[in-house]
């Protein structure tokens, strides 16, 4: 499985300038965070949603983070954008882990 995943905004459009971005093929992870992706993406629903699930606000939302996913299998890919008040609560904690893979993504030498 692809994930392609991208993060911006944030309080005072923290990452504004520079989008936080994690991109992986799951197969190349280590098992246990192969799995536990896996896991979060299964729970959350999010590859049920329909598009209007699946739509971030009526535009920039000031001190908020924006988020763009899409997720493929072979030549099938979804793709969403949530931002903090859209993203349905069964997603978030998928965000938020993929967000910390990107921290921990930018901050490898």
């Not at 944030?10 to 799995?35: N, S």
């Not at 983070?65 to 349905?88: C, N, Q, R």
Request: aromatic share 8%; proline share 8%.
């Amino acid at each position: 499985m692809h994930i392609e995943f991208e993060f911006s905004g944030g309080y005072g459009g923290l990452f504004a300038a520079k989008p936080l971005g994690y991109r992986v093929e799951t197969d190349e992870l280590p098992d246990e965070v192969r799995d536990k992706l896996l896991a979060l993406i299964r729970d959350s629903g999010v590859l049920e949603l329909k598009p209007a699930q699946a739509t971030g606000g009526p535009g920039p939302q000031r001190d908020v983070f924006t988020y763009s996913l899409t997720i493929g299998e072979g030549a099938a890919a979804k793709s969403f954008a949530f931002d903090d008040a859209s993203a349905p609560p069964a997603v978030r904690p998928l965000l938020s882990r993929l967000r910390e893979l990107a921290v921990e993504q930018r901050m490898r030498p």
